[in-house]
């Protein structure tokens, strides 16, 4: 009877240690997976899955495995909602995304009131960490930044240009369009043409038409790729030459294949190109194995994944507060972009915009290439 006693006593020890050894860190990936932007959602999800990865493969997080799991948003604000919900009632602690800032917006205050951490990889709107919110980070930089470089290449190389502004009227859209204009207005610029259309559309005959009236020679296009290339597309069609200038929601090689031939010499603003950084190469061949090209923010959101849990570890607990509190002393974090620090408000402390054209390459392919 002590025989058979001791050894449920030790049975029960040998459980309990191997249920600690197995606890796992709840993950949550969230972007639009399906959709018209499910480029940028397979970003998110590849670069999230292959950090975790790497990172069990190390032996965890304080010797915790990270377990992942993704919500599609639809780059849906209402959806977004739904997916932040339904990863609070699943136990998820942290999150990497929304992509869309549109989305990052109400999805971090049910995050922040449930005790969940969010980084967002490219979510750019300036709102999304002025609120004063403990739980909301970005790898990004944001609008503001972004608009003022775009706006200084312009003044610089097209004052004496006609210049049209249009937007998806989405919060990153519009956003990112007024920061732009914002920037030519200071600079003695005004826009010939001012115009939102909305996100969604296929047909912008009507709005071809307005950008032809007006003379415009350079547009400035405030939204994503899938809308920025049926535009490029439409122009070209009507014998438009007009050259489209737009920020990083263009940045997939799909807004080419949208956009036909005509995208070539489009203008484009997005950080330093991290797949050419030194700090990337290891974690790029995987992805090559496994036929995915890393581009945009696939390592923006590795990066994300990294950064959470070396303030886990700084923090010595995966307490989702504790690793905020620990980011936000603003002390770098090494990762696959760069070495990464924030401010009390969650934004990186780097500059992080440069201007891109897209070039024809010697296969034939049109791609965007760091100027």
């Not at 919900?85 to 869309?100: A, H, I, L, M, S």
């Not at 917006?105 to 004063?132: D, F, Q």
């Not at 007009?242 to 997939?252: A, E, K, N």
């Not at 924030?342 to 070039?359: E, S």
């Amino acid at each position: 009877m002590k025989k058979l006693l001791l050894g449920s006593i030790a049975l029960g020890a040998v459980l309990a240690f191997s249920g600690v050894a197995n606890a796992q860190i709840k993950l949550g990936v969230a972007g639009p997976i399906t959709g018209p932007n499910a480029a940028f959602g397979a970003q998110l999800k590849n670069g999230a899955e292959q950090a975790a990865e790497d990172i069990n493969a190390a032996g965890g997080v304080l010797g915790q495995k990270i377990e992942v799991s993704v919500g599609d948003d639809v780059s849906d604000p209402k959806q977004g909602v739904s997916v932040a919900n339904k990863f609070v009632g699943d136990g998820v602690k942290w999150v990497v995304g929304p992509f869309n800032s549109g989305v990052a917006m109400p999805a971090s205050e049910v995050y922040a009131e449930n005790g969940v951490l969010m980084i967002s990889p490219s979510a750019t709107n300036p709102k999304i960490t002025e609120r004063g919110l403990w739980n909301t980070f970005r790898t990004c930089g944001r609008d503001d930044q972004q608009g003022a470089v775009a706006s200084a290449y312009l003044l610089k190389n097209f004052k004496d240009k006609k210049i049209a502004i249009v937007h998806d009227k989405t919060t990153y859209g519009q956003g990112l369009a007024d920061e732009t204009k914002k920037g030519l207005n200071a600079g003695g610029v005004k826009e010939v043409l001012y115009e939102g259309v909305n996100a969604g559309e296929k047909d912008f005959s009507a709005l071809v038409s307005k950008i032809k009236a007006s003379g415009a020679e350079y547009l400035y296009w405030g939204g994503l790729h899938t809308e920025g290339g049926l535009i490029v597309r439409q122009m070209r069609d009507q014998g438009l030459k007009t050259v489209l200038v737009s920020g990083d929601g263009i940045t997939t090689d799909e807004f080419a294949t949208i956009g036909g031939p005509g995208v070539e010499g489009t203008l484009m603003t997005f950080p330093p190109d991290p797949q050419k950084r030194p700090e990337a190469a290891a974690v790029i061949k995987k992805f090559e194995a496994k036929k995915f090209k890393p581009e945009a923010y696939t390592l923006y959101s590795y990066a994300a994944v990294q950064i959470m849990a070396e303030g886990a570890k700084r923090a010595n607990s995966t307490d989702p507060k504790k690793i905020a509190d620990a980011l936000h002393k603003g002390e770098p974090v090494k990762t696959v972009i760069g070495d990464i620090g924030f401010d009390k408000k969650g934004d990186i402390t780097r500059p992080d915009y440069v201007v891109y054209t897209w070039k024809k390459q010697p296969d034939g392919k049109i791609t965007y290439v760091e100027n």
